[in-house]
């Protein structure tokens, strides 16, 4: 997760990265290494993700 999400970032800006997680220490985790990178906590409501989703890809387009 972590580690494969950091590469994209840093090797495929273009590429929009979510991560989810069940694991509660996960969140201070990301805090401290992917700021920059979403993180949903298991379990989570499809309207959030799908909300995330879209927000990530207006985000990309207005990058363009």
Do not use: C, I
């Not at 800006?13 to 298991?42: I, R």
């Amino acid at each position: 997760g972590f580690g494969l999400a950091r590469w994209v970032y840093n090797h495929r800006p273009d590429v929009p990265v979510l991560l989810t997680s069940g694991y509660s220490g996960a969140v201070s985790e990301a805090a401290s290494q992917l700021a920059h990178v979403p993180l949903l906590a298991k379990p989570y409501r499809y309207d959030v993700l799908l909300e995330q989703l879209e927000k990530m890809l207006r985000d990309r387009s207005n990058r363009r």
